[in-house]
């Protein structure tokens, strides 16, 4: 779809509007493109204090490149009120080698991003040696169905480049997802798959949907109003483009980082080019980065149609996944799958996975290979470690290893894909 059709669709606007409407569009998309550059001369983040380790629990370097161990760069999403679930979350999946950018909307007061960094640093010792975690201390909205959640992301893995550019794949969790293998199962059942492959689910088959996810425009008032998580919807509708295929699919993925530099630098016009059209879709996080992997030559055969993550759908599928229940447990570990979602807010069933899969103590990180304390009452046996560059996979990780394998078979084969 041509410029033309994009300025087409604002047509259809009250009279009297019009002007204060096509306004806001300009200032959307100017404002958006704007904040993408900024995010290269700023990386706002609460810093997050630590102890000094001692000499028993000095960090070990962590080893980069092809022959370690790979890198995975998390960002965390929540809303107001998500600050302890995230908080659960990133020590549920927390590793010295690893990542992470937390991420509370702005709809969540600045206390409880203060809250968050604190307990973070204070729950895992290991954070403030590391320094491997950031929370964005300026957020942008939390607008459900706008652009505002693109932005952030892209503001995230921005910041993931600028801050540790030695990470391999990109992966986006919200409050409401958790892991079902532990960072050591992850790590060494990853160490061999090809580091150029990204994990999306995707389809062009957009069906009885079209005029809702591709056709209507929206201007997302989050991006550039502060505070507002409300979003203004345009009475016409615009084409189908046709200078490009779209794409859905799940918001949540597993993107390798030589794709997400592509979105982010974007050294040809294709990832601009979206990003404009994407900026007035209802959900661009279900289509944006879809759309633009399978249009791109460079890396659409560089796709795998799974999005990693065990999920319940009724039949027929709405919308939203249904809340997971203990009654699903042996089905999503059996499953091989490495997370889940959505779970409800401390259900027991998440007390369960603590217990018997991750092995959790207490309330501190998942323990892994490097962390090197004793298991003790009110001890962290994570609060001392050695070599992170070693891994100790446990039983699960056999389903995930057989899992993966399903998958990357699955993607050979499989005409449902925008491989060519």
Same mark, same amino acid.
């Given at each position: ?8 669709? *604002? ?15 300009? &200032? ?17 983040? $609460? ?13 070990? !370097? *962590?080893?980069?490149?092809?022959? =370690?161990?790979?890198?995975? *760069? ?18 549920? /999946? ?21 809250? $968050?960094?604190? #307990?973070? !640093?204070?729950?895992?010792? =290991? ?6 975690? !950031? ?23 921005? /910041? $993931? ?9 990109? $992966? ?24 150029? &492959?990204?994990?999306? %689910?995707?389809?062009? %088959? ?14 997302? !008032? ?19 483009? %046709? ?22 630098? #974007?050294?040809? @016009? ?30 659409? @055969?560089?796709?795998? @149609? ?26 999503? /570990?059996?499953? #091989? ?9 401390? %259900?027991? &069933? ?21 962390? &090197? ?23 699960? *990780? ?17 005409? @449902?894909?925008?491989?060519?």
């Amino acid at each position: 779809m041509g410029m033309g059709a994009a300025r087409g669709g *604002a047509r259809g606007w009250v009279p009297g509007e019009r002007w204060r409407r096509v306004l806001f569009l300009a &200032l959307a998309s100017v404002s958006f493109l704007v904040s993408l550059i900024l995010l290269f001369l700023s990386a706002p983040r $609460l810093r997050l204090p630590g102890p000094t380790p001692s000499s028993s629990s000095a960090a070990t !370097a *962590a080893r980069r490149g092809p022959d =370690a161990p790979p890198c995975l *760069a998390y960002l965390l999403t929540g809303a107001r009120g998500d600050g302890r679930r995230l908080l659960r979350l990133l020590l549920a /999946v927390y590793h010295p080698r690893n990542r992470y950018v937390l991420h509370l909307s702005a709809d969540a007061p600045d206390a409880e991003r203060r809250s $968050l960094a604190a #307990g973070v !640093a204070a729950a895992a010792p =290991a954070v403030g040696a590391f320094g491997n975690v !950031a929370v964005v201390g300026t957020p942008t909205a939390g607008t459900p169905v706008g652009s505002s959640g693109l932005a952030g992301t892209l503001r995230a893995a921005a /910041v $993931l480049l600028r801050l540790h550019p030695d990470w391999d794949w990109f $992966l986006t969790l919200s409050a409401a997802d958790y892991p079902l293998v532990t960072q050591d199962d992850l790590i060494h059942v990853l160490s061999s798959v090809p580091r150029d &492959l990204n994990f999306i %689910d995707h389809t062009s %088959d957009i069906g009885p949907k079209e005029s809702e996810k591709v056709q209507e425009m929206i201007v997302d !008032a989050g991006i550039y109003l502060a505070g507002r998580t409300n979003f203004f919807r345009a009475t016409q509708k615009r084409p189908t483009p %046709d200078a490009f295929k779209f794409f859905t699919g799940s918001p949540w993925v597993i993107l390798n980082r030589r794709f997400i530099e592509y979105c982010i630098l #974007g050294w040809e @016009n294709l990832p601009r080019i979206l990003l404009m059209y994407f900026n007035n879709v209802m959900l661009p996080l279900e289509g944006y980065f879809h759309s633009v992997i399978c249009n791109s030559l460079d890396f659409r @055969n560089l796709t795998v @149609n799974n999005d990693l993550r065990f999920m319940v759908r009724d039949e027929p599928p709405q919308t939203e996944p249904l809340f997971l229940s203990r009654e699903r447990y042996g089905q999503m /570990v059996d499953s #091989g799958a490495p997370f889940a979602r959505p779970f409800r807010e401390n %259900d027991p &069933l998440l007390d369960k996975i603590d217990s018997n899969i991750l092995k959790r103590w207490s309330h501190g990180a998942i323990p892994g290979a490097w962390c &090197l304390g004793r298991k003790r009452w009110l001890s962290d046996p994570c609060s001392q470690w050695d070599d992170v560059n070693i891994v100790r996979p446990g039983p699960q *990780a056999v389903k995930l290893h057989q899992y993966i394998n399903r998958t990357l078979e699955e993607a050979k084969s499989s005409r @449902n894909s925008c491989r060519r």
